[in-house]
C-alpha cells in the first residue's frame, strides 16, 4: 500500500482578508512531490484557509492512489488537534470543512502530525502565490508555480566547511593588511577596522567573516577541471602548485573568497525578513558580477566542462586564482571593498513582476563519461549513453509532474540535443538550438584525459590552469571567452523569455558560470561546485537587472 505524505497551509492577509491556500502531496518513501495545489479564495480567515488546504491535499492524494494512507503534515495546530479528535470543532465556517476531509479517506487511513512553521514552507509559498495572484485578478497557476524549486533551494542543508570558509582566517588577515595599506594613504578614520562587527541583523552594513580554524586551508577532493566524476592524483598534484603573483595574490584570491562568505551570510541574515529580502540580498551580489566582468576577470570555471561527464566538475586551482591577483595592491584593496559591498543586503521594489526562470539541466552521460576525456565542443560530439537516454528520461518525467516548463532552449551539441528532444516529447514542446550555450572548445586535448594532457602538453595546461585567459593546445576556448559568451547569451535569453519559466539543455561550464554570475561570487568559486550528468539547477533573472539561484545540482529524479 502506497502511502503519502500531504504538507498544507492557508493564510489570510487580514483575517478576515484576502486568502489562500497550498498544499504538496509527496511520496513516502523517496521524498518526491507528486502534486501541487494551490487556490486563491477570497476573503475568508487563516483558520478557513487552513482547512481548505488540508481538503484540496487530502483529494489530490485521493486521486493519485484511493487506497493510499496519508500522513498530514501541518503548522496550525488548531487543525491537527482538531481533525485528531482530540479539540471539539465549534467554529460554524470550520465544521462543514472538517466534516468534508474527514469523509476523503476511509477512518484510520490517515494521521495528523504538528510541526513548525520554518518546516512547512513549501505549503507556505503556495498559498502565497495563490494570494498574489488572487492580487492580480488572477487565480494560481502551477505552470508559472516555482514554490518547489524556491523551496529546494532554501531547505538544502549548509555543505561543510568548504575552501572558501577553509580561507576565511587568511581572508581576515588580508583584509586586515589591505585596510591597513589603504589607511596609510586616506584620511584617519576613514576606513573601519577589518575586525569591527554589526549588531545581528542589521542591514546597514556587511557582516564580518569569522574564522574558521577548523576548515582544512586547501581543498581534500578537488573537482576534475575536465568535468570527470573524479579528479584523478595527477589533477591534484598539479593544482596545488602556486601560481603566479606568490603571497600577494593568495591574498588577494582569499578576499574575493570572502565575498561568497558573506554574500551567504548576510542572505541568511535578511532571510528573517522576509523572502523577497532574502532575495534582494542574493540578488544584489550580480552588480559585482557584471562589474568583475566589464573589468575583464575571467572565469575558470569555463574549465569545468572539460569532459562534463562527472559529478565534481571543478579542479579547486589556487594557483589559478593567484593568476588573477597579479595586478598589485590597489587590486586587493578593490577586491575587499567589492566584497563589503556583495554582503550589504539590498532592497528591491515591491513587485517585479514574475521573473525570467531558466531550469537548467545538464545533458545526460556519454561514453566517454566512465573514461573520463575532455569533451567539449571542438571533439567528436558524442550521443548519449544507454544511460544517458535514462537519465534524460527520468528528467523529463520529473518536469513533467511539475509542469512548469513553457520553453525548451538547447546547445547544439548532439547530447544536449539529444536530451532536450526527450524531454520535449515527453513535455509537447518544441526545442530552439542556441550556439551560446554550448561547451569550452578543447583544442588538441578533446578525447583525452587529463593524464594524457599533462604527459603531452604539461606546458600549455600548466598555463591554461594558472591564466583565464591561456587557451588549450590548438586554439581551443579561453575561459575568458566561454564566460562573455555566456554572459552574451544568459542577457538575449532573459530579454526573450521574461517572466516565463524556461529550460536549457546544456553543459558543466555554462551551467556553472551562470550560476556563479548569479551569486556575484568570484570566478574561483566555480571548483567549489558539482555538477552531476542529468542534474537540475535554478536561476531566476527579475526585471531589475538582478538574479537569485533557487537550485544547484539537484539529483533527487534519478534516485
Known amino acids: 500500500m502506497r502511502e503519502f505524505i500531504v504538507e498544507a497551509d492557508g493564510g489570510s492577509r487580514g483575517n478576515p482578508g484576502p486568502a489562500g491556500y497550498g498544499a504538496v502531496v509527496s511520496d513516502a518513501a523517496t521524498g518526491e512531490t507528486l502534486r501541487e495545489v494551490a487556490e486563491y479564495i477570497g476573503v475568508a480567515t487563516n483558520n478557513v484557509a487552513e482547512y481548505r488546504g488540508l481538503l484540496a491535499g487530502l483529494r489530490a492524494a485521493h486521486e493519485l492512489d484511493p487506497d493510499a494512507t496519508v500522513h498530514v503534515r501541518m503548522d496550525s495546530k488548531l487543525v491537527i488537534e482538531q481533525m485528531s479528535g482530540r479539540w471539539k470543532i465549534k467554529h460554524p465556517d470550520m465544521k462543514p470543512l472538517a466534516a468534508e476531509a474527514a469523509r476523503v479517506f476511509p477512518p484510520g487511513r490517515v494521521t495528523y502530525e504538528w510541526m513548525p512553521r520554518e518546516q512547512n514552507k513549501h505549503a507556505d509559498r503556495l498559498a502565497n502565490e495563490a494570494m498574489d495572484a488572487g492580487a492580480r485578478g488572477e487565480q494560481w497557476s502551477e505552470s508559472t508555480s516555482t ?3 524556491d523551496t529546494a533551494a532554501a531547505a538544502a542543508p549548509s555543505p561543510p566547511p568548504g575552501d572558501a570558509v577553509a580561507g576565511a582566517a587568511r581572508v581576515r588577515e588580508a583584509l586586515a593588511e589591505r585596510a591597513a595599506s589603504a589607511a596609510s594613504t586616506e584620511p584617519a578614520g576613514s576606513t573601519e ?8 541583523g542589521s542591514a546597514a552594513s556587511a557582516p564580518s567573516v569569522p574564522s574558521d580554524p577548523s576548515a582544512p586551508s586547501v581543498p581534500s577532493a578537488p573537482s576534475d577541471p575536465s568535468g570527470t566524476e573524479a579528479g584523478p592524483p595527477s589533477v591534484r598534484e598539479a593544482t596545488n602548485a602556486p601560481g603566479p603573483g606568490g603571497g600577494l595574490a593568495k591574498d588577494s584570491a582569499d578576499v574575493r573568497a570572502a565575498g561568497a562568505v558573506a554574500d551567504a551570510r548576510a542572505t541568511e541574515r535578511v532571510a528573517g525578513s522576509g523572502a523577497a529580502g532574502a532575495d534582494a540580498g542574493v540578488r544584489a551580489a550580480e552588480t559585482v558580477a557584471d562589474a568583475r566582468a566589464a573589468e575583464g576577470i575571467a572565469d575558470p570555471g569555463a574549465a569545468d566542462g572539460v569532459a562534463d561527464p562527472g559529478a565534481a566538475d571543478g579542479v579547486a586551482d589556487p594557483g589559478a586564482a593567484d593568476g588573477l591577483a597579479a595586478s598589485g595592491d590597489a587590486k586587493a584593496v578593490a577586491d575587499a571593498r567589492a566584497a563589503q559591498a556583495v554582503a550589504t543586503p539590498g532592497w528591491a521594489p515591491a513587485d517585479m513582476g514574475a521573473p525570467a526562470t531558466f531550469v537548467l539541466l545538464r545533458h545526460g552521460e556519454t561514453p566517454l563519461t566512465p573514461q573520463k576525456r575532455f569533451s567539449g565542443s571542438g571533439g567528436t560530439d558524442p550521443s548519449l549513453s544507454a544511460v544517458g537516454r535514462e537519465q534524460a528520461e527520468r528528467a523529463a518525467a ?8 513553457q520553453a525548451i532552449v538547447s546547445s547544439p551539441l548532439a547530447r544536449t540535443r539529444e536530451t532536450a ?9 518544441d526545442v530552439s538550438i542556441d550556439d551560446g550555450l554550448r561547451e569550452t572548445d578543447f583544442g588538441a586535448w578533446e578525447g583525452l584525459t587529463f593524464a594524457e594532457v599533462r604527459e603531452r602538453h604539461p606546458d600549455d595546461l600548466n598555463a591554461w590552469l594558472a591564466s583565464p ?4 593546445t590548438g586554439g581551443g576556448e579561453s575561459f575568458a571567452a566561454t564566460a562573455t559568451r555566456l554572459a552574451a547569451t544568459r542577457d538575449k535569453l532573459v530579454a526573450a523569455y521574461a517572466g516565463r519559466t524556461v529550460l536549457l539543455v546544456t553543459h558543466v561550464t555554462p551551467i556553472k558560470t551562470l550560476v556563479r554570475l548569479a551569486l556575484g561570487a568570484p570566478p574561483e ?13 535554478a536561476v531566476a533573472y527579475y526585471a531589475d537587472g538582478n538574479a537569485s539561484v533557487r537550485l544547484l545540482n539537484d539529483t533527487s529524479h534519478l534516485r
Do not use: K
Open 147 to 149: 514554490a518547489e524549486l
Open 193 to 200: 577596522p577589518a575586525g569591527s562587527t554589526e549588531p545581528a
Open 398 to 405: 520529473f518536469l513533467a509532474r511539475r509542469g512548469t516548463i
Open 421 to 429: 528532444g526527450i524531454v520535449a516529447a515527453r513535455l509537447g514542446l
Open 469 to 472: 585567459d591561456a587557451e588549450p
Open 525 to 537: 568559486s566555480l571548483f567549489r561546485m558539482e555538477l552531476s550528468a542529468a542534474s537540475f539547477s
